[in-house]
């Protein structure tokens, strides 16, 4: 059993506390509401209304927002300071490398991990969300039994920050890919061949893909790009931010991206 503080027990969160507290760790979550706190109260964790009471005597602190600004904003010395020297700090939010590195400087009593992920909340219902995990061999062995009520696999990639860059290279890929299936399916529609015609062949050779299957099961690239448009549009805005402050570009990759994020969701090549 481990003591885990919780902050951010939304469409990613939850179902990570849920299994949290399913699996016998003891989880404090933050909620500002009455509402939020029943919810909490719900998934089985104990709700706390302050972050420094989610950290109070926690072995492993997660953060789990949606966007980086607010990962900037919860960790803060109330935070940090109130978590125990040599417990973990879990950053599951996409964001930039720049983000955890600068929270790394901030508490050096903390091991800080970035761990952002691969997959939804029905796989992290399932336990088989993908986590990418950077940092210290021993923030990652401290917060293992934590990560593994969800997460399977956890891929340790390399030092802090890596697991933000190899999650922008993935969600850089993902974008790119569908952009060219909807690129594909406006190629297809040309040639004369609907898209229901197309998507039910394609699985079935060479171009198959993940992200082919995720469009098959949408049913046409318009509605799986309509489903996921708010998460797309924030991941490419994140990538490109994070690759500029890094120093470069998505080079070849740029024009496919803009095919995914700029696709008109809605029109169906059927």
Do not use: W
């Not at 933050?30 to 919810?39: E, M, N, T, W, Y």
């Not at 980086?68 to 803060?76: G, L, M, S």
């Not at 401290?142 to 990560?147: D, E, K, P, S």
Request: hydrophobic share 50%; net charge negative.
């Amino acid at each position: 059993m481990t003591r885990v503080g919780f902050i951010g027990t939304g469409r990613m969160g939850a179902p990570m506390v849920r299994r949290l507290a399913a699996a016998g760790h003891q989880v404090l979550a933050l909620g500002r509401s009455d509402d939020k706190r029943r919810a909490i109260a719900d998934l089985g964790a104990t709700p706390v209304s302050e972050p420094a009471e989610v950290a109070a005597a926690a072995e492993v602190v997660v953060i789990c927002v949606f966007t980086d600004e607010q990962v900037r904003t919860v960790a803060t010395p109330p935070l940090l300071d109130a978590i125990p020297a040599g417990a973990a700090l879990v950053v599951h939010t996409t964001g930039s490398p720049q983000t955890v590195e600068t929270i790394a400087a901030a508490a050096p009593h903390v091991g800080v991990l970035d761990a952002p992920v691969s997959g939804g909340p029905h796989d992290i219902a399932a336990g088989r969300v993908t986590v990418f995990a950077g940092g210290s061999d021993t923030a990652l062995a401290r917060a293992h039994a934590v990560l593994s009520a969800y997460a399977d696999p956890v891929v340790h990639v390399g030092s802090l920050g890596a697991g933000q860059k190899v999650k922008l290279v993935n969600n850089t890929l993902f974008a790119a890919q569908i952009g060219l299936l909807a690129e594909a399916a406006r190629l297809a529609d040309r040639l004369g061949v609907d898209e229901a015609s197309l998507l039910r062949a394609l699985p079935h050779g060479s171009g198959a893909s993940r992200v082919l299957d995720n469009v098959v099961r949408a049913g046409s690239t318009a509605a799986f790009i309509g489903a996921v448009r708010e998460f797309i549009g924030k991941d490419v805005t994140v990538v490109r931010n994070a690759v500029a402050e890094l120093g470069a570009d998505l080079g070849v990759l740029e024009p496919v991206v803009n095919l995914a994020v700029s696709h008109p969701a809605g029109q169906d090549y059927s």
